[in-house]
T-cell receptor, first 112, second 114 residues
């Protein structure tokens, strides 16, 4: 089992709809999680971090962490064509939680 | 302010050659990370510096890979006797301190070994 797993997609959503992305993780990954957005040919851009159980909202983005079930999710409300990208889930690993372990990413396509 | 910068943006080298990739972190960030990303995959951790010292180099694939950060700012990733399998995008990230601070990535260096 991989440390962090994501559905590769593509996840196709109509413009204005909610995109829901999920990520599961193993015991080796600590309780700090991050969502990055990566456009084709570009480097990952941090969009959300979440450290404790529950929801965290930032603009159109909401991250949810459920430690008991070992999953973290990202909701994108009012999806726009500019949200079309690959979304990477990462969990902190290591004795000090200093290194990130990434999932393979979920490709999101927002159709006008 | 300025983000993480990496040079060169692209590097093409022949199998067996030596290459150096440079990373300049965000000013004031004490933690620096190197990752490698192959096509269609998420970034893979290589090494982490806190200050001048390599605090975790568990991700370096073999002894052909080495990284330094002599003054606690700029870092150089060095690859000896390059192989075609080393072709990837090498990403550098920095954070204000060690975990759990968020990591911010540079634009990456695309390495192609022919």
């Amino acid at each position: 089992q991989k440390e962090v797993e994501q559905n590769s997609g593509p996840l196709s959503v109509p413009e204005g709809a909610i995109a829901s992305l999920n990520c599961t993780y193993s015991d080796r990954v600590s309780q700090s999680f991050f969502w990055y957005r990566q456009y084709s040919g570009k480097s990952p851009e941090l969009i959300m971090s979440i450290y404790s159980n529950g929801d965290k909202e930032d603009g159109r983005f909401t991250a949810q962490l459920n430690k008991a079930s070992q999953y973290v999710s990202l909701l994108i409300r009012d999806s726009q064509p500019s949200d079309s990208a690959t979304y990477l889930c990462a969990g902190a690993e290591g004795a000090a939680g200093n290194k990130l372990t990434f999932g393979g990413g979920t490709r999101v396509l927002v159709k006008p | 302010g300025a983000g993480v910068s990496q040079t060169p943006s692209n590097k093409v080298t022949e199998k067996g050659k030596y290459v150096e990739l440079r990373c300049d972190p965000i000013s004031g960030h004490t933690a620096l990370y190197w990752y490698r990303q192959s096509l269609g995959q998420g970034p893979e951790f290589l090494i982490y510096f806190q200050g001048t010292g390599a605090a975790d180099d568990s991700g370096l694939p073999n002894d052909r890979f080495f990284a330094v950060r002599p003054e606690g700012s700029v870092s150089t990733l060095k690859i000896q006797r390059t192989e075609r399998g080393d072709s990837a995008v090498y990403l550098c990230a920095s954070s204000p301190g060690p975990s759990p601070y968020e990591q911010y990535f540079g634009p990456g260096t695309r390495l192609t070994v022919t």
